[in-house]
């Protein structure tokens, strides 16, 4: 029954966090994001592995699941940049 109890909990604990809570911004339009960070460069996150692909790479904004992000907030959020340049 503890067990149980556990294995419940942790997964309602997953389930309830949202995966970018450390004060990223997604956007669905590229504009939205610059407007949002004038200052930075905005590049496109791929959501399930928290990887970024900077304009004129080959999956900017054509992952399946991603948002325009303004670049410093992903990499304070711990996300980085593609290793092959694509």
Known sequence: MKKFLF????L???FITPIYADGLTLF???VSAQSHCPDDEVVWLNLPTGIWHKKGARWYGST???AYVCKQE???AGDRQSLNGS
């Open 12 to 14: 309602m604990c997953n």
């Open 74 to 76: 992903a990499a304070s």
């Open 64 to 66: 399946k699941r991603g």
């Open 28 to 30: 669905s339009e590229e």
């Open 7 to 10: 294995l419940s909990i942790f």
